[in-house]
C-alpha cells in the first residue's frame, strides 16, 4: 500500500490546469467539480507518471463499436472480462439519465447543458483514454483514501493469503476476488469513481452466508411525511459518506482481493501480493447486511453506552423513534439517506444530541432540510407537504417523448384513450407471437417505457396505477395500438401536461380510512383499494384475483379481505409512533351482500365453497378492529383503480383530487 502513495502535488497541479471550471449549486463558479483535491495521496497508473495532457480516445478497431466504452480484445481488466461470472453493470449515456432541468434542491431547477453528451467510462482502461482522465484517475484517489482512511483492506503476500484460506476453511478452494471500477458524473459535474468487489465470485458458506438488509418502503417514506405535516414537525436529511466501509465483516468472512485495475504492485521479497478485506466495501454481497447491522445497533444502543438511545419499530424495521416529554425525533433509515423528522432542534434537544452523536461516531454529511428522497421532491406548501416528481418525468419525457413526439400528443386529461380496453383485450386475445411488430427496438422501448411508467404508479401517481397494471399484463405481446405514439406514450404525455401535481397531506386531525373495490370478471376478477391519511392516500393496490369468482359479492368479499390486511397493518405502526387509534377503522364498501357478508354468515347456499382465508375481514369485525359501512358506488374512490372511466370530468375533478388530495 505504501508504494501507492506518491506524486499528490503533481496530480493536483494537472488537476487545476486541466479540469474547465464548472459552476457548481451553491458554490463558487470557478470551483473544482471534482472533491478528489482534498486527497492526501496520489496513484499512479501502471507505475507511470500522470500524462501531461489529457489524453484522447485511441481510433482502433473497437471505435467501430456502437458502444464507446467497449474493451479492445486482450486489455488488462484485472480479471473482469476474463471472469465468466463477472456481469458488468449497463451505463446509459448521461443524457438518458440525468434530468433535463438537474439540481439541488429538486425543485430549484439548474441547467447543466455541459453533461448532456457527457457519456461515462466503463473501465480503468477507457476513463484513462478520457479527455476528463485527471478528473477521474483523481476521483479514484479520493476513493482509495476513503478505503485506507477506514482500513477497509490489509497487504498480504499470495502465499500467506493461500495458507491462510487452507487452515480457515479446512481446505476450501483458494479464490482472490477481482475487483473493478465504476464512474460516475455527478449531477453538479462532479467525477465519481467507486471500487467495487466481484461479488459474483465469492462462495456461499464459505466467505458469506446471509445477504439480507431491510430498506424502507415508499409507503414508510409518506407515513413519515404525513406525520410531519400532522404535527407540523421539521426535517433534515443526513446523508452517510462511504456507508458500507463504516460497517465491519465477521471474523469468520474471509474475502481476498486483486489489487485494482490499473494500479499493481509486489512485496518487498518480489512476490505477488493481495488485499485481505476487512470492511463491507462496495460489491460484497453481505455488505449492505454487515453495515445495517453495526449501524442500527448503535442507534438502539442507550446513550450512556455511546449509542443514540432510540427505540426500533417493529412493524417497519427502518423506522426509530425517541421522545422525551414532548420532544420527539422520528428516524428513516434507506441505506445510507437518512430522513430525520423532529419537534426541536434547539441546543440539547433529542435531535441536536442525535445530531451531534451521529457526526461524532460516524462520518456523515447534513445535508439541510428534507427536499428529495428517492427522486422525490418534497415541498411545503404552507401547512400542506406535497410529494411530486416533475424533475424524473422530464427525463422520461426527453427519452421517450422528443419534441417532434410531444408536439403530436395533445393534452391528455386522461391517462388513456377511449379506446384503452378495446386495445388491451386484443393484445391480450392471442399468442405472443402473432401480435409482435416487425421493429424488436419498438418491443424494447416498449418494455422500458411501461417499467418506468410502473416505478411511477408505486410512488407518487396512484391515478396511473390501473392503465399501467393493464399495459404490464402485455408486456410479451404489444400490438401496434400500444407502441409508437400508442397508449404507453398517452401516459407519459398525460404526467406531462400533469408533472406539478402530487400527494398533498395535511396537517390536522385524520381518521384512518380504507376504500375497496372490486371489478367482477368470467374469469379473474380484479381488486383494488386505497388508504387514505392526513387528507391523502397512504397506500393503493391493484391486483388480480387468485381464483375465480362466481359472484359480484364473492369477488368484493375477497377484494376487502385483502384490502383488510393493510387496514390492520396502519394501527400497530402508529401505535408504536405514539398515534394510538381509539375508533375502529372503517373500511368502506359498495355491495350491500357483501357488507352483510363481512358481519354475518348470511347467504351459506352461495358462499359456503369460499375458502376460509377470505372471510379474514370477519374476524376483524368481530374484534370490532375495523367496522364495515356500505357506500354508494359514485362515492367509492377505490373504483379508480378496477375498472377504466368512461366519464372524463368524473376522472378528472372527482376520484383523482379526492385521492391525491388536490385543491
Not at 447486511?289 to 426500533?312: C, E, M, N, S, V
Not at 386505497?530 to 381464483?547: D, R
Not at 374476524?619 to 373504483?639: C, F, G, H, K, W
Request: aromatic content about 10%.
Amino acid at each position: 500500500m505504501d508504494k501507492l502513495i506518491k506524486q499528490i502535488a503533481s496530480l493536483n497541479a494537472q488537476l487545476q490546469a486541466t479540469s474547465p471550471s464548472r459552476p457548481r449549486p451553491g458554490g463558487n463558479a470557478g470551483a473544482s467539480p471534482c472533491r478528489s483535491t482534498r486527497a492526501t495521496c496520489t496513484v499512479t497508473p501502471r507505475g507511470q507518471a500522470p500524462p501531461s495532457t489529457p489524453p484522447s480516445f485511441v481510433n482502433d478497431s473497437r471505435d467501430k463499436s456502437p458502444f464507446p466504452w467497449d474493451e479492445a480484445p486482450g486489455a488488462d481488466t484485472n480479471g473482469e472480462e476474463d471472469d465468466p461470472a463477472y456481469a458488468p453493470p449497463h451505463f446509459f449515456p448521461i443524457s438518458q439519465r440525468l434530468p433535463s432541468r438537474a439540481g439541488a434542491p429538486c425543485h430549484v431547477p439548474i441547467p447543466i447543458p455541459a453533461l448532456a453528451a457527457t457519456i461515462d467510462p466503463r473501465s480503468h482502461r477507457q476513463a484513462m483514454k478520457a479527455p476528463d482522465a485527471v478528473e477521474w484517475q483523481a476521483a479514484e484517489l479520493a476513493e482509495l483514501q476513503n478505503h485506507m482512511a477506514n482500513g477497509s483492506f490489509r497487504e498480504m503476500n499470495r502465499g500467506d493469503a493461500r495458507r491462510r484460506r487452507l487452515a480457515d476453511s479446512h481446505g476450501a478452494d483458494f479464490n482472490v476476488t477481482g475487483c473493478l471500477w465504476v464512474y460516475k458524473t455527478k449531477r453538479d459535474g462532479r467525477r465519481k469513481a467507486r471500487l467495487c468487489l466481484n461479488g459474483a465470485r465469492q462462495q456461499e458458506g464459505v466467505n458469506y452466508d446471509q445477504t439480507y438488509s431491510s430498506t424502507l418502503r415508499h409507503s414508510s417514506v409518506r407515513v413519515l411525511i404525513a406525520i410531519q405535516a400532522r404535527l407540523g414537525l421539521k426535517s433534515r436529511r443526513h446523508d452517510l459518506v462511504a456507508a458500507f466501509l463504516q460497517g465491519s465483516l465477521l471474523d469468520d468472512e474471509v474475502v481476498f482481493m486483486k489489487y485494482p485495475p490499473g494500479h499493481t504492485e509486489v512485496g518487498t521479497d518480489g512476490k505477488d501480493t493481495v488485499y485481505l478485506v476487512q470492511k463491507p466495501i462496495y460489491g460484497l454481497k453481505q455488505a449492505g447486511r454487515r453495515f445495517q447491522h453495526d449501524f442500527f445497533a448503535w442507534l438502539k444502543l442507550p446513550i450512556d453506552q455511546g449509542g443514540a438511545g432510540f427505540t426500533r419499530c417493529k412493524k417497519e424495521l427502518c423506522i426509530f423513534t425517541r421522545c422525551v416529554g414532548n420532544d420527539t425525533v422520528y428516524l428513516g433509515v434507506y441505506c445510507d439517506d437518512i430522513i430525520a423528522i423532529f419537534s426541536d432542534n434547539d441546543v440539547g434537544s433529542v435531535y441536536d444530541v442525535f445530531r451531534t452523536a451521529l457526526h461524532t461516531r460516524w462520518k456523515a454529511e447534513d445535508e439541510g432540510e428534507l427536499s428529495d428522497i428517492l427522486n422525490i421532491c418534497v415541498a411545503h406548501e404552507g401547512l400542506s407537504i406535497k410529494l411530486s416528481q416533475p424533475m424524473y418525468i422530464d427525463t422520461m419525457v426527453d427519452r421517450y417523448l422528443p419534441d417532434d413526439k410531444l408536439q403530436a400528443t395533445k393534452e391528455q386529461k386522461t391517462p388513456y384513450s377511449l379506446h384503452f380496453k378495446d386495445n388491451i383485450t386484443a393484445a391480450l386475445a392471442g399468442p405472443p407471437a402473432a401480435h409482435l411488430p416487425p421493429d424488436p427496438a419498438l418491443i424494447a422501448e416498449y418494455q422500458s417505457l411501461v417499467g418506468a411508467l410502473l416505478y411511477y404508479s408505486t410512488v407518487t401517481w396512484p391515478d396511473i396505477a390501473y392503465p399501467v397494471a393493464m399495459l404490464c399484463r402485455c408486456i410479451s405481446r404489444p400490438t401496434p395500438a400500444l407502441l409508437g405514439l400508442g397508449e404507453a406514450q398517452s401516459i407519459l404525455a398525460y404526467l406531462h401536461h400533469t408533472r406539478d401535481l402530487g400527494l398533498c397531506y395535511t396537517s390536522g386531525h385524520s381518521e384512518l380510512e380504507t376504500f375497496t373495490d372490486s371489478d367482477w370478471a368470467t374469469r379473474r376478477s380484479t381488486s383494488g383499494n386505497t388508504v387514505q391519511w392526513q387528507g391523502c392516500t397512504m397506500e393503493w393496490a391493484f391486483t388480480q384475483q387468485t381464483s375465480v369468482a362466481l359472484s359480484s359479492c364473492e369477488a368484493e368479499i375477497m377484494a376487502a379481505s385483502e384490502a383488510a390486511k393493510s387496514t390492520s397493518y396502519y394501527p400497530q405502526l402508529f401505535e408504536e409512533l405514539g398515534f394510538a387509534t381509539l375508533n375502529p377503522t372503517t373500511i368502506y364498501m359498495d355491495n350491500k351482500a357483501a357488507v352483510d357478508l363481512a358481519y354475518n354468515q348470511e347467504h351459506h347456499r352461495r358462499t359456503k365453497h369460499i375458502t376460509r382465508r377470505h372471510f379474514f375481514i370477519r374476524e376483524l369485525v368481530e374484534d370490532q378492529s375495523i367496522t364495515v359501512p356500505y357506500i354508494r358506488s359514485a362515492d367509492n374512490i377505490a373504483d379508480f383503480f378496477t375498472k377504466i372511466l368512461s366519464n372524463k370530468d368524473f376522472f378528472l375533478f372527482r376520484l383523482r383530487d379526492i385521492i391525491m388530495n388536490i385543491a
